[in-house]
């Protein structure tokens, strides 16, 4: 099912994460410099589990990736998410 370079994102709930913008914010790059290590390690496929939270952070993550364009290497990043149930979607809110 998974692909050779791939890598997959599941994690806790959105009340998990941290409140305090000052820890968000070191959360993000964290998960930044792992995506970007993982793309540079040959990582072209991303799954995450499409749940608020963890998820959706990674996802957003990978998202502002796949719109940097590097001369030099061009990659083609595909992000793909795994849906625990069909009707999942439904409850999403935009805002959130």
């Not at 409140?19 to 930044?32: A, S, V």
């Not at 940097?68 to 409850?91: C, D, F, G, M, S």
């Amino acid at each position: 099912m998974f692909e050779k370079n791939s890598l997959g994102f599941s994690g806790n709930s959105k009340q998990s994460l941290p409140k305090n913008k000052d820890k968000m914010q070191k959360l993000k790059i964290k998960i930044g410099e792992q995506v970007d290590k993982a793309i540079k390690e040959g990582a072209d496929t991303f799954y995450f589990g499409a749940c608020y939270g963890f998820d959706l952070l990674c996802a957003e993550i990978v998202l502002m990736r796949k719109r940097v364009i590097h001369i030099l290497e061009p990659r083609v990043i595909k992000l793909i998410a795994v849906v625990p149930y069909e009707e999942q979607p439904k409850n999403w809110n935009e805002v959130n």
